[in-house]
């Protein structure tokens, strides 16, 4: 073959195909389809990073003006011809460039780190004459030879610091044939935790035994729902363990913030340096490495977030997705993949089982059980046996019996009790969403839109209630509308300001607070965990990060401050994210011998994702609000495309987004597509870019995104609003 087709790393749709290059003669023996090369690329011929995607005899380019190939990164394929296959199939799903799913696949190409070692050249027959002539001529040279025995093998950089030497000596030995320096690969980012000893297998409950036939048995993907503490990490144990029999292997999918040092502990000390992890606090090297390792064949089970769906295994037998609710599984940048849709599409391709667990599954996870698309396996009781007791703290009747604390009076009672027991406490505060919600604090009402069903946001610089699905904006009423009290306003606290609060009211307590603010060096997340369960503190304040995934024994407390910050956050999925991280976070609770208890506060104790998560009622909560999602058409009864349009000046951004929606009116002749908008972004102005967006609904996904992807094309041809971005989302895990 003359020619190699080489997919150019360059991220734009217009250069996003492959390009013929000359194969030069010394590479000719070494290329093969899926390896990475670097190529001249431009009018500049600047080095750039390619994939060899094919071959050809021919090309219809002259060839005066084909370029060779420079060089290849790796003497291995890095991309197998079903993750190329994969590369096609996420592009096509999520509108994306073929380019920058390769690059989500593969990862960013890393220099190799090498490690030196310096030993005697036995190999060399004068070798004893050589060293007597060397000790007598040089004092260095002298002090480094008496450092070795025949067969021993030394770090260079051992020897340079213990003898307080630079490299010429050793150079100069080497020079004469009397040592030799050998070359080994050293791998960045291994797990570098305390060494696990190997635990013994605990006894499996009937339970664990029932799911894991179950999930063996099974063809389709399983939904495993199990209560907190039910113990799936041991049924996820038991089915690897299984795969690695036949000699295959796992991915094993956990949100980033349940990525403890506790959890991985589990995994190495039952399958010890078979394991490896990803994560993004590593640095583009260690990445890169584990993923060498992975493709070597040197491991067989990886761990980390939604990225380490890719990791490069050939012989997949299974993959697990944790926590398969969490949001953090679908990207919010392009290529906007959902790792569970990935990992579904691989499982297909590979031929493995899939399962995904959770405490709180996800309404259309669940849902896909209920149509049979996904097997449901069900573990409802805890390996203790203890569920903790819940208890709902009505904030309403706090405030009418003059407690202005952000505590009500019952968790300040238990924390002072839990203080006095030495047991510890979780005081968890959800922070999500961007912006405040306005509720009355004596009847507990909310505004809420009447168009959309959705809570008004406060603006504070215009003191008005902005709808963002509709746009439909009110001012701020001096009073209840339905009971008249004057006690409504912005509803919204911070950790910081709980740590403060429990330091004047419990100053002899030791108190940790985690959250972006403290979590921001390396490690620090780890730290604060470690502290806190090795008992040196009494109090967590936390937020989404300490809600699921820990296990501490001493643990028998925990306080949900505000229960309505999640309840009422501007998004259709409100009540499944109050439900899920309400018991996601009590499930911290009594996990031990000692039984727990939870208080849950709130202006809002009849919601019935405040009530059945109080009752660990998973399916009551379920048929709620598989009914609203009916009735309102949300997913998974239709998909939802978010347009979002922003520049820098307000009024071009408003006509932008009047124009998108008379373009989308105009191709929705059908009436099959349900628009809402244009309104203000749920943050309309960030960094002085003033944001619009567009709402459009329909039950069919391949069609709205056809029709979606035709209008926004239409108004990128418009020079009117050539500064004007447009960005998209389908069913985005967040308001935009």
């Known amino acids: 073959m003359k020619y190699a087709l080489i997919q150019v790393s360059v991220p734009h749709r217009n250069v996003d195909r492959a390009f013929h290059y000359i194969i030069p003669p010394e590479l000719k023996d070494k290329l093969t389809v899926g390896m990475r090369v670097y190529v001249p690329f431009g009018s500049g011929n600047r080095r750039t990073e390619g994939y060899v995607l094919g071959f050809s005899d021919t090309s219809e380019v002259e060839q005066d003006k084909l370029k060779p190939i420079l ?64 000790k007598k001529r040089s004092i260095k040279q002298r002090s480094v030879l008496e450092l070795f025995t025949s067969d ?42 305390p060494a696990a000893p190997a635990n013994s297998k605990p006894k499996l409950t009937e339970e664990q035994e029932r799911v894991i036939e179950l999930i063996q048995s099974e063809k389709r993907p399983v939904l495993l729902h199990g209560v907190t503490g039910s113990g799936k990490t ?38 010890g340096e078979r394991v490896s992890l990803t994560h993004s606090k590593m640095t583009e090297g260690e990445r890169y490495d584990q993923w060498t390792r992975a493709a070597k064949g040197e491991i067989d089970i990886m761990i980390g977030p939604r990225s380490a769906v890719f990791t490069p295994f050939e012989n ?46 996800s309404v259309i996870s669940y849902y896909k059980t209920v149509t049979g698309e996904y097997a449901l396996a069900e573990m409802k009781n805890r390996v203790n046996k203890s569920m903790p007791r819940i208890d ?21 009672a238990a924390i002072a009790d839990n203080l006095k027991n030495g047991k510890q406490t979780i005081l968890f505060l959800n922070r999500r969403g961007f912006s405040t919600f306005v509720s009355c604090r004596k009847c507990g009402y909310v505004m809420t839109c009447d168009r959309c069903n959705v809570n008004y946001t406060y ?24 009971c008249g009290s004057p006690f409504i306003k912005y509803f919204g606290t911070g950790t910081e300001k709980i740590e403060q609060e429990v330091i004047k009211l419990f100053p002899s307590a030791r108190v940790l607070r985690m ?70 976070v009590s499930g911290r609770a009594g996990r031990a011998e000692d039984d727990g208890r939870v208080f849950i506060q709130t202006y809002n104790p009849t919601h019935y994702s405040i009530v059945c998560a109080k009752n660990n009622d998973y399916l009551s909560y379920f048929k709620e609000e598989i009914s609203f999602r009916r009735i309102m058409k949300y997913p998974p009864f239709s998909n939802v495309f978010y347009i979002l349009l922003t520049s820098d000046n307000e009024e071009k951004t408003i006509n932008a987004a009047n124009t ?46 056809a029709y979606v992807l035709y209008c926004v094309n239409a108004f990128s041809s418009l020079k009117d609003f050539k500064k004007v971005s447009v960005s998209i989302a389908l069913n985005p895990n967040y308001s935009i």
């Open 234 to 271: 041991e049924v996820y144990l038991r089915l690897i363990e299984n795969v690695i029999k036949q000699g295959k292997q796992a991915i094993v999918l956990v949100p980033e913030i349940s990525l403890t040092p506790q959890t991985v502990e589990r995994f190495v000390s039952r399958f």
């Open 459 to 482: 603006h504070r610089h215009t003191n008005n209630l902005v709808c963002h699905y509709c746009g439909k904006s009110i001012a701020l009423p001096d009073k209840c509308p339905q």
């Open 392 to 412: 709902i703290c009505d904030m309403r009747l706090e405030l009418a019996n003059r407690n202005y604390s952000v505590f009500s009076r019952a968790l300040k």
């Open 316 to 361: 997949i037998g299974i993959i697990i997705i944790d926590e398969e609710h969490e949001s953090s599984y679908k990207a919010d940048h392009s290529p906007r993949y959902d790792a569970r849709e990935v990992a579904l599409k691989l499982s297909q391709m590979y031929g493995a089982k899939l399962v995904l667990g959770s405490a709180t599954p």
């Open 71 to 134: 060089d290849i990164h790796e003497e291995y394929r890095i991309l197998s011809d079903k993750r190329i296959a994969l590369a096609a199939w996420m592009s096509e799903k999520y509108y994306s460039t073929f380019n920058e799913c390769l690059y989500c696949i593969a990862p960013k190409a890393a220099n190799q780190k090498m490690f030196s070692c310096v030993s005697l050249n036995t190999d060399n027959p004068r070798l004893e004459e050589l060293i007597a002539s060397a």
């Open 660 to 705: 998108m929606a008379a373009i989308l009116n105009k191709f929705n002749r059908s009436k099959s597509f349900e628009r809402l908008g244009p309104a203000p972004a749920v943050i309309s102005k960030i960094n002085n870019k003033y944001r619009y967006r567009i709402i459009i609904k329909c039950e069919d996904e391949e069609r709205l995104k």
């Open 515 to 584: 959250d972006t603010d403290t979590t921001k060096r390396k490690n620090s997340h780890a730290n604060i965990l470690e502290t806190f369960r090795s008992g040196k503190a009494d109090i967590l304040i936390g937020t989404q990060m300490i809600a699921k995934g820990l296990d501490f024994p001493n643990v028998t407390l925990v306080g949900v401050i505000a229960a309505d910050l999640s309840l009422n956050m501007n998004d259709y999925r409100s009540g499944e994210i109050t439900y899920n991280l309400i018991t996601q």
């Open 152 to 193: 021993r093998e030394i770090p260079l950089g051992h020897i340079k610091s213990i003898l307080d030497i630079d490299n010429a000596p050793i150079n100069a030995l080497v020079k004469k044939g009397i040592l030799k320096i050998t070359q080994y690969r050293t791998y960045r980012g291994s797990y570098n935790g």
